[in-house]
């Protein structure tokens, strides 16, 4: 049933043109050189440290590592980090 | 992200966080809406981040449930400000009377500065600036204001012309015009006196010059009435002519008077409205509500305050609001023409000097029309037809 709705919420998005992260509740992620990055659609911090941030999504994760990371502002769906940026990586996306 | 102001006057903590999963006290925040900015790792155990006041005395439960323990770093904002302010209150009533003291000394009349009078003047000015309570040390709102002291004063002095005030900061100065020595008797040279005007001459004092003129005798405008060349054939000289010849003067006046007039007057009813006046708004501080008269008059009153050489947007209203009643008066035909007779014999007396007599005074005719009453009347009054003509030529 699950992957039922997957797949209509797939298909919505490329017939009717719809953006994917609202109709699929996937994570919208924008970056401002590797000083910012600003993740809205996040399902809560699973891991903070200086070097390394890791975020739960609808479906699996987002890891942000680099370095001196400050969680600016942080708000039930959205996200903004300072810092230097290295890499952003997803885990566990089926 | 807030504004910067209002966090401060919320009042922000800088905490640390210790627990072995720091991260799970975010997401307990971040489902129970609590404001988490600024979020920084000290070391494995231990989260550094801001939050307001407000929440973190609320957060007991949070803590609990996800077995982290916080410590409070450094406190910001205006509640803290306030706290400290209120435990050091000597120095927060310092600040006040500071500010009370500057603005009394700035409300002070320091100095009377007095200038054109002669010592006498002065000190008899000193004396009548006292009595109005103008003196050193007093404070500048209670005081009347320079219009009224110029007019107290201008009355109260009989030695002086006319007293000029200003109020410069808080210095009182006064221009004083001192009177003149009365005018000393000019010298004449050798003149005529003749007729001002067509009269009916009724009486004559000469003191100097020869009469040309009798008594009961009409005489002209500009006719000789006493002559300055006196004495006869080889002993003729001029002398200046001196003398008053009363005549009698005619004269025809009009007066119109309406019928119905309307005019404002008192009832006595007032009420007094208070404001203070800040950048041109002004505050009511005592006397609200509606007024409650059809028909009134606001006399307004204004007092400044001044800080140091500024005066201070800040001034202080008085609006006393007369109640006024619309009066129609109406007069009979009759009533009008009386009333026309008597201003008319009052302006005539304002336009005649102190010698000068009424004789008697007749309604020549009257008109009405639209309303108006329009009387002529025919004076007959006695005054003085002297009028100087010097001699040209004499020898």
Not at chain 2, 357 to 365: E, M, P, V, W, Y
Request: aromatic share 10%; glycine share 6%; net charge positive.
């Amino acid at each position: 049933m699950a992957r039922l709705k997957q797949k209509v919420k797939k298909w919505m998005t490329r017939s009717l043109e719809l953006p994917a992260d609202v109709v699929m509740d996937l994570p919208r992620i924008t970056m401002i050189g590797h000083l910012h990055i600003y993740i809205e659609n996040h399902k809560g911090v699973k891991k903070f440290t200086n070097e390394e941030l890791r975020l739960n999504l609808q479906q699996g994760e987002v890891l942000i590592t680099g370095k001196d990371f400050v969680l600016k502002t942080i708000l039930p769906e959205e996200i903004l980090v300072e810092g230097r940026i290295i890499d952003v990586r997803y885990i566990n996306i089926s | 992200m807030k504004k910067f102001w209002t966090k401060y006057l919320k009042g922000t903590v800088i905490v640390r966080v210790e627990g072995e999963h720091a991260e799970t006290f975010l997401n307990y925040c971040l489902n129970h809406n609590i404001h988490l900015w600024d979020i920084k790792r000290m070391n494995e155990f231990e989260l550094e981040l801001h939050m307001f006041i407000d929440d973190a005395l609320h957060i007991k439960k949070a803590l609990r449930e996800t077995g982290c323990r916080l410590r409070v770093i450094q406190k910001n904002g205006a509640p803290f400000i306030i706290k400290r302010m209120i435990s050091r209150g000597g120095f927060i009533i310092g600040m006040l009377s500071f500010f009370v003291i500057v603005f009394l000394l700035s409300n002070m009349v320091w100095k009377i500065e007095i200038s054109g009078a002669d010592p006498k003047t002065e000190h008899h000015l000193r004396k009548v600036v006292n009595e109005l309570g103008i003196k050193r040390g007093k404070l500048l709102f209670r005081l009347p204001d320079p219009r009224e002291v110029q007019y107290f004063v201008t009355e109260k002095m009989d030695e002086v012309t006319w007293v000029g005030v200003t109020l410069d900061g808080t210095t009182f100065k006064f221009k004083v015009v001192q009177k003149e020595l009365p005018e000393e008797v000019k010298v004449t040279g050798p003149q005529n006196l003749i007729a001002k005007k067509k009269a009916f001459i009724t009486d004559m004092f000469i003191e100097q010059g020869q009469p040309k003129v009798e008594r009961n005798q009409l005489v002209q405008k500009g006719e000789l009435l006493v002559s300055g060349n006196i004495g006869k054939d080889k002993n003729t000289r001029t002398v200046a002519a001196k003398g008053k010849v009363f005549g009698e003067v005619w004269y025809l006046t009009e007066v119109t008077l309406p019928l119905e007039s309307t005019f404002e007057t008192y009832t006595g009813n007032n009420i007094d409205k208070h404001y203070l006046t800040i950048f041109g708004k002004n505050i009511p501080i005592w006397g609200y509500g509606e007024v409650p008269y059809e028909h009134y008059q606001v006399l307004e009153e204004e007092k400044s305050f001044r800080m140091f050489k500024w005066e201070l947007p800040i001034t202080y209203l008085r609006r006393d609001v007369q109640e006024s009643e619309q009066v129609v008066r109406n007069y009979t035909e009759k009533e009008a023409i009386e009333k026309a007779r008597e201003m008319a014999n009052e302006e005539m007396e304002n336009q005649l000097d102190d010698e000068a007599k009424i004789k008697s005074g007749k309604i020549l005719h009257h008109t009405m029309d639209n309303g108006k009453v329009n009387v002529s009347m025919y004076y007959k009054v006695i005054e003085n037809i002297v009028k100087e003509q010097p001699i040209i030529g004499g020898d």
